[in-house]
């Protein structure tokens, strides 16, 4: 007797995708139940590579009520995130996101309003601010204030998206 059939299909997908991917389908010809496990995984870095990030390789078994198993190896290729995919905060410069000088809004170090308040660079939907580098990217930003008055101020916040590919960011 056969162990039970595990589909393993490979895959390309975006680096932030690897998380939602689901894992292989698996059937029995005998048992309507066979359980199929996760035995681990190795990864492949490409660092100098301008279209993937890295190979992820994943390795199941599967198993039937008589003991017969089967395994296989699903290979995911997982693609850069083109920086023309990263979608910046709104202005604040304009109605209705104008910011009052004595508002109620959280601040971060400098005084100025905090990203909570303003919002980060995300890439599909996911926030490449402040956490480690994400699929590769990472930002931060810059305050530029310019006084008008005694309440009246304009903060120019310029966000910098590094891809670290290779040794030079670009």
Not at 5 to 18: H, Q
Not at 27 to 56: A, H, I, S, W
Not at 95 to 114: E, F, T, V, W
Request: net charge negative; with cysteine; proline share 10%.
């Amino acid at each position: 007797k056969f162990g039970p059939t595990i589909v393993c299909d490979s895959d390309t997908i975006f680096c932030n995708e690897l998380d939602s991917l689901p894992p292989p389908e698996f059937y029995d010809n005998c048992d309507p139940n066979p359980v199929m496990y996760f035995t681990g995984q190795d990864v492949e870095k490409f660092n100098c590579d301008p279209l993937y990030l890295k190979r992820v390789t994943r390795y199941y078994r599967a198993i039937d009520y008589n003991g017969a198993s089967s395994t296989c190896a699903q290979v995911i290729m997982l693609k850069r995130i083109p920086l023309d995919s990263v979608v910046y905060p709104h202005n604040f410069n304009r109605r209705p996101y104008i910011l009052a000088c004595n508002g109620n809004y959280p601040k971060d170090s400098d005084g100025h309003p905090s990203t909570d308040t303003t919002g980060v660079p995300t890439v599909h939907g996911f926030p490449i601010y402040p956490s480690s580098p994400y699929c590769n990217l990472s930002a931060d930003y810059e305050d530029t204030e310019i006084l008008l008055s005694d309440c009246k101020k304009k903060v120019i916040r310029i966000w910098t998206v590094v891809d670290w590919n290779c040794v030079n960011p670009s």
